[in-house]
């Protein structure tokens, strides 16, 4: 069985063939696929990506929801945390794939623009995706990379049950930015 | 595209305004010409932001922003392609003070005191036209890709407010970078023409 894990991306060459064949996950939608799908979801700010994967089956799932649950009716399952992890179990269970054996992975919540507001919200998609992933449906969350001041690229490689991270932010020079601690540190590597 | 738009007249004449203000006040603390013109102004919902931006806009930018304050409430925004932006205040640095070495400290200030003087200038504007008060905060500067800032705007907003309205500009013979500038009205105010015209934000 390919266990989920979560893999933190510094190398321009492994970024640039990362990119290479993937399906995209638009902000406010969700995909849910079977190996060897290559998914991913672009420049995460607040938004939070939400993983799912059964390693028996391979079969997995990548959210690209924006806010924690509705305030009215639902538009679309896949714009909140809540309705998101709704739609990808029931998908990933019609697909074959057993709630006892999913794994999860976070990533995102970031707050770039450093308004109390924002915090709010970037927080309140962190918490509710735990909640709902292991009080509701008692799916364990794997590992996150979550919170943080910089934006977020996330490719899931179903095929090795591996989600790749890879962070946005830059200096004015335009140098690459690293990043420790969930993004609340970081650095110029040049 | 052009769906999403609306009659933007007022807007543009602020934009006129606040971006021949703005060339006004950098050419006198740079030293030399600078010549800044509107492309574009328009408006746009919260949930076509990505959509219609992004397509053009997946890029790393350098981004000062304020928080608006008084009768217009949100944030507004600077936003600079960052391969743009560094040219461009290198340029301006090497220009007027003659050195040859840029620290990145000194061009991050020199940013944000940049979009001090647009934030200034429209605020300026927002009075002389419509008598609409506004105050901003010191800017802050952040550089990321636009899509996860914008994003991050998205997530903010979303629920709360109707539209958003962009500025489009360029500074003229400086490789002409592009320039986009956001004003985003908070608690679901509408920034429409005729509000504009009416004056009334509270």
Same mark, same amino acid.
């Given at each position: 069985m390919t266990e989920l894990r979560l893999i933190k991306v510094t190398e321009s060459s492994l970024i640039a063939e990362l990119r290479k064949n993937t399906i995209t996950v638009n902000i406010g939608s969700y995909i849910i696929s079977k190996n060897p799908a290559r998914l991913a979801t672009w420049a995460l700010g607040s938004c939070i990506a939400i993983v799912l994967f059964d390693p028996l089956t391979s079969a997995g799932s990548l959210a690209h929801a924006?806010?924690?649950?509705?305030?009215?009716?639902? &538009?679309?399952?896949?714009?909140y945390v809540t309705t998101a992890v709704h739609a990808m179990v029931r998908g990933l269970q019609s697909i074959g794939a057993s709630i006892r054996r999913l794994r999860a992975v976070l990533v995102g919540g970031a707050?770039?623009? &450093?308004?109390a507001k924002n915090i709010s919200v970037s927080t309140r998609n962190i918490q509710v995706a735990r909640e709902v992933l292991t009080?509701?449906?008692?799916?364990?969350?794997?590992d996150e990379d979550v919170g943080g001041k910089v934006g977020r690229n996330v490719v899931f490689e179903i095929s090795k049950g591996v989600v790749y991270v890879w962070y946005t932010a830059r200096s004015l020079f335009g140098n690459k930015i690293n990043i420790s601690h969930g993004g609340n540190k970081f650095w110029s590597v040049g | 595209m052009n769906n999403y738009f609306q009659d933007t007249k007022e807007l543009e004449a602020i934009g006129h305004e606040a971006l021949q203000s703005a060339s006004k006040a950098l050419s006198k603390i740079l030293g030399y010409d600078v010549r800044i013109k509107l492309a574009s102004a328009f408006m746009l919902s919260p949930i076509n932001l990505m959509e219609v931006l992004g397509k053009e806009s997946a890029f790393d930018v350098a981004t000062a922003y304020s928080k608006l304050k008084g009768m217009l409430s949100g944030i507004i925004l600077l936003a600079i392609p960052l391969n743009d932006a560094a040219e461009t205040l290198k340029n301006m640095i090497l220009r007027t003070l003659g050195v040859s070495m840029l620290n990145e400290e000194i061009a991050t200030d020199l940013f944000k005191e940049i979009a001090n003087i647009f934030f200034g200038a429209i605020a300026t504007s927002l009075y002389n036209k419509y008598k609409i008060i506004v105050s901003y905060s010191v800017p802050k500067v952040v550089i990321d890709n636009f899509m996860a800032i914008l994003d991050n705007i998205v997530t903010l907003y979303i629920m709360e407010f109707d539209e958003l309205v962009i500025y489009d500009a360029e500074i003229v013979g400086e490789n002409t970078p592009r320039i986009k500038i956001l004003i985003i009205p908070e608690e679901g105010r509408k920034f429409s023409r005729s509000e504009l015209v009416a004056g009334d934000f509270r």
């Open positions: 924006l806010l924690p649950q509705p305030r009215h009716e639902v &538009d679309s399952p896949g714009k707050n770039i623009l &450093d308004f009080l509701k449906y008692g799916i364990p969350i794997i | -």
